[in-house]
């Protein structure tokens, strides 16, 4: 596997300002030199079985989103990436959204393309959770309720969508209805 660059950058700059860290397999340094705790969250279920595509994105994922800084990061998985404080958490790998399914009346979103990806968006109170639907692997983004989804989301939708080409469509009039992504198996 190779070593995605936002680790390599982040390595360098941690390197240079005599920071570093030793831990789990998906430790990156912060260039502000642990001005920041780092963040444990959960591994994404599904990320080793989705590796190949996860590793398309997360080697094209920016070090920094806007003006929130990386984070360390703590888990087993390669496949989590946080920034700022609160931490915005990008997990690829995860869990199917529950409102995906057949006949569901749900709303998809786009946060960048028009072209997509096209995100479930859910709320756990304190952050807003978007789960694309249209891509292969499900990947989540946990936007805390301090910042606009639409200052965070359109970089890593960006970056998403070079990666990964959409699986299925989201378009309720299609021709062809067993392309839905409510029907995606």
């Known amino acids: 596997m190779t070593v995605p ?14 920071a570093g860290d030793s831990g789990s397999s998906n430790s990156t ?13 959960s591994a994404p279920p599904h990320g080793t079985a989705q590796a190949a595509a996860c590793n398309k994105v997360i080697e094209q994922l920016p070090v920094q989103v806007g003006k929130l800084l990386p984070r ?4 087993d998985s390669p496949y989590v990436y946080a920034w700022g404080d609160p931490a915005v958490v ?15 009346s749900a709303e998809f979103v786009t946060a960048g393309p028009d072209t997509g990806p096209f995100y479930d968006v859910t709320s756990d ?13 499900y990947i989540s983004v946990e936007v805390p309720s301090k910042y606009q989804g639409a200052d965070v989301m ?17 378009d309720p ?6 392309k839905l992504c409510t029907r995606r198996r």
């Open 72 to 75: 360390v990061v703590h888990t």
């Open 29 to 41: 340094t912060n260039p502000t030199a642990g001005a920041l705790p780092p963040v444990s969250p």
């Open 125 to 137: 109170g304190s952050a807003n959770v978007f789960t694309t639907v249209d891509r292969g692997p």
């Open 154 to 170: 359109p970089p890593l939708s960006d970056v998403i969508a070079k990666a990964l080409p959409a699986v299925c469509t989201t």
């Open 173 to 178: 009039n299609t021709p062809d209805p067993e």
């Open 90 to 104: 990008l997990r690829c790998g995860v869990d199917r959204p529950k409102d995906l399914t057949a006949g569901s």
């Open 5 to 18: 660059l936002v680790i390599i950058v982040a390595l360098a700059v941690g390197a240079l300002s005599g």
